[in-house]
C-alpha cells in the first residue's frame, strides 16, 4: 500500500448502495492513477449513525464524509437530518476533516466555529469535489496524523516508565471520573516537557499563543486590539479571577516591529539578519520591554511581532471587563506567561543606585 505518507484514511457514512457503488469506482479510479494523485484513498463505510460512531472509537480516521439523511439505528433512512448530530459528535471528539455530502445543502448546520473548516458540498456534483477537497486538506491531516502517532510514542514511554507504577497506586477506591482528568493532565505534562527536552527547548512562534484564546474569561496574557492599537493583560491571574479583588485591570502596551522583523525573517537571512532577529528577541537587552511572536489568525491575518512597553501601561476599571474579553485577538499559552510576568516583576522591582560624584 506504500508508505504512511501516501493515504488518506476516509469514513464514509453513506446508506444508499447506488452511491456506495459509485463511491467504488471512484476510489478504485483515483488510486490506479497515483503516479498523478500522489496519494490513495482507503475508507471504511458506516450506513448509520450509532454504526460511525462506533467505527470512530474503534480505527483512526483522517476524514469523514457523512450523508444528511441517516437513521439513528441501522436500517433505511428517512427525511431526516440526523447527520448534522453525527457531524457534531465528530466535532466535539475526533480531530479530523469532515464534509457533509448532502442533496440538501440548507439542511446542513455546522457550528459556527467549525464553519471555515467543515465541507458542505453537493451530491448533485459528483464525488470529484470531495476528491479534491482531500487534496487540499492533504498536508493537515498528515500532519495530524503525525502528531497522533508521536503523541502516542511519548505516551508509550511515559505510562511504562512513570504514570502506571506511580498512578497505579492510587487508582483504587478512588473517584475514577475525577482521577481519570487528572492523570490525563499528569500524561499530557510529561509529553510537553518531553517533546520540549528533544527539540533542545526550540519552539515555533506559533506555540506562543491559543488563537482564539482559550478561557471564556480574562486572563494573564491576553492580547487584545483596542482603537487599533494592541494591548497584553499583566494583571495577575489570582486577581482577575475574583471579582472586586482589584479596582483596575493593567494593560501594557504592544508596539509592532513587523518593518524591523519581516525583512529579516527570510529563507535566504543573512548571518547578521539571524544575528539582528536574535537581538530582538532576546528584548535587545532592555528591562523596559519585552518581545512577543508574531501571529497568524484563523482568517490567515499576520500580526505582530510586539515589543511590550513596561513602561507604556494603560488601567481599565474592572468593570469593564467584559469589554476586554470581547476585544481579545489571542492569549499567550503558559509556556510564555512566565517570562511575561517575570520581566514585568524584574522592570518593576528595579531600585537602581544613586550617580557617582568624585568630589
Same mark, same amino acid.
Given at each position: 500500500?506504500?508508505?504512511?505518507?501516501?493515504?488518506?484514511?476516509?469514513?464514509?457514512?453513506?446508506?444508499? *448502495?447506488?452511491?456506495?457503488?459509485?463511491?467504488?469506482?471512484?476510489?478504485?479510479?483515483?488510486?490506479?492513477?497515483?503516479?498523478?494523485?500522489?496519494?490513495?484513498?482507503?475508507?471504511?463505510?458506516?450506513?448509520?449513525?450509532?454504526?460511525?460512531?462506533?467505527?470512530?472509537?474503534?480505527?483512526?480516521?483522517?476524514?469523514?464524509?457523512?450523508?444528511?439523511?441517516?437513521?439513528?439505528?441501522?436500517?433505511?433512512? *428517512?427525511?431526516?437530518?440526523?447527520?448534522?448530530?453525527?457531524?457534531?459528535?465528530?466535532?466535539?471528539?475526533?480531530?479530523?476533516?469532515?464534509?457533509?455530502?448532502?442533496?440538501?445543502?440548507?439542511?446542513?448546520?455546522?457550528?459556527?466555529?467549525?464553519?471555515?473548516?467543515?465541507?458542505?458540498?453537493?451530491?448533485?456534483?459528483?464525488?470529484?469535489?470531495?476528491?479534491?477537497?482531500?487534496?487540499?486538506?492533504?498536508?493537515?491531516?498528515?500532519?495530524?496524523?503525525?502528531?497522533?502517532?508521536?503523541?502516542?510514542?511519548?505516551?508509550?514511554?511515559?505510562?511504562?516508565?512513570?504514570? /502506571?507504577?506511580?498512578?497505579?497506586?492510587?487508582?483504587?477506591?478512588?473517584?475514577?471520573?475525577?482521577?481519570?482528568?487528572?492523570?490525563?493532565?499528569?500524561?499530557?505534562?510529561?509529553?510537553?516537557?518531553?517533546?520540549?527536552?528533544?527539540?533542545?527547548?526550540?519552539?515555533?512562534?506559533?506555540?506562543?499563543?491559543?488563537v482564539p484564546p482559550l478561557k471564556e474569561r480574562l486572563d494573564?496574557?491576553?492580547?487584545?486590539?483596542?482603537?487599533?492599537?494592541? /494591548?497584553?493583560?499583566?494583571?495577575?491571574?489570582?486577581?482577575?479571577?475574583?471579582?472586586?479583588?482589584?479596582?483596575?485591570?493593567?494593560?501594557?502596551?504592544?508596539?509592532?516591529?513587523?518593518?524591523?522583523?519581516?525583512?529579516?525573517?527570510?529563507?535566504?537571512?543573512?548571518?547578521?539578519?539571524?544575528?539582528?532577529?536574535?537581538?530582538?528577541?532576546?528584548?535587545?537587552?532592555?528591562?523596559?520591554?519585552?518581545?512577543?511572536?508574531?501571529?497568524?489568525?484563523?482568517?490567515?491575518?499576520?500580526?505582530?511581532? /510586539?515589543?511590550?512597553?513596561?513602561?507604556?501601561?494603560?488601567?481599565?476599571?474592572?468593570?469593564?471587563?467584559?469589554?476586554? *474579553?470581547?476585544?481579545?485577538?489571542?492569549?499567550?499559552?503558559?509556556?510564555?506567561?512566565?517570562?511575561?510576568?517575570?520581566?514585568?516583576?524584574?522592570?518593576?522591582?528595579?531600585?537602581?543606585?544613586?550617580?557617582?560624584?568624585?568630589?
Amino acid at each position: 500500500m506504500g508508505s504512511i505518507e501516501e493515504y488518506l484514511k476516509v469514513l464514509l457514512v453513506e446508506d444508499d *448502495e447506488s452511491l456506495l457503488s459509485d463511491w467504488k469506482d471512484a476510489v478504485d479510479a483515483h488510486n490506479a492513477d497515483f503516479e498523478n494523485k500522489r496519494f490513495r484513498v482507503e475508507y471504511v463505510t458506516a450506513k448509520s449513525v450509532p454504526q460511525a460512531k462506533k467505527l470512530l472509537d474503534l480505527y483512526s480516521f483522517d476524514a469523514a464524509v457523512v450523508d444528511l439523511r441517516l437513521q439513528l439505528e441501522d436500517g433505511a433512512a *428517512e427525511n431526516n437530518t440526523n447527520g448534522n448530530h453525527l457531524v457534531v459528535h465528530i466535532l466535539e471528539s475526533h480531530p479530523l476533516g469532515v464534509v457533509i455530502h448532502t442533496g440538501q445543502r440548507a439542511d446542513a448546520e455546522v457550528p459556527a466555529y467549525a464553519m471555515p473548516q467543515v465541507s458542505v458540498l453537493d451530491k448533485g456534483d459528483g464525488l470529484d469535489p470531495i476528491f479534491d477537497w482531500l487534496e487540499q486538506n492533504k498536508d493537515v491531516f498528515l500532519k495530524l496524523r503525525g502528531a497522533r502517532s508521536i503523541f502516542n510514542r511519548e505516551t508509550a514511554k511515559m505510562f511504562f516508565k512513570s504514570i /502506571w507504577p506511580r498512578w497505579k497506586m492510587w487508582a483504587e477506591g478512588a473517584d475514577q471520573g475525577k482521577l481519570t482528568d487528572v492523570v490525563a493532565r499528569h500524561v499530557i505534562a510529561h509529553i510537553h516537557d518531553s517533546l520540549l527536552a528533544a527539540s533542545n527547548d526550540a519552539t515555533h512562534s506559533e506555540e506562543a499563543y491559543f488563537v482564539p484564546p482559550l478561557k471564556e474569561r480574562l486572563d494573564t496574557g491576553d492580547l487584545l486590539r483596542l482603537d487599533d492599537k494592541v /494591548w497584553v493583560v499583566v494583571t495577575p491571574r489570582c486577581d482577575l479571577a475574583n471579582a472586586g479583588k482589584v479596582k483596575s485591570i493593567v494593560l501594557a502596551a504592544c508596539n509592532d516591529v513587523s518593518a524591523e522583523w519581516d525583512p529579516l525573517n527570510v529563507p535566504s537571512a543573512s548571518k547578521a539578519a539571524v544575528d539582528k532577529m536574535s537581538k530582538m528577541i532576546q528584548h535587545r537587552g532592555s528591562h523596559k520591554q519585552h518581545f512577543l511572536f508574531p501571529l497568524v489568525d484563523l482568517s490567515g491575518q499576520k500580526h505582530g511581532p /510586539w515589543m511590550v512597553g513596561f513602561d507604556d501601561i494603560m488601567t481599565v476599571p474592572f468593570e469593564g471587563k467584559k469589554e476586554l *474579553e470581547e476585544a481579545r485577538i489571542a492569549s499567550l499559552s503558559p509556556l510564555f506567561v512566565p517570562s511575561l510576568v517575570e520581566r514585568l516583576g524584574a522592570y518593576f522591582s528595579r531600585i537602581g543606585t544613586p550617580g557617582y560624584s568624585s568630589d
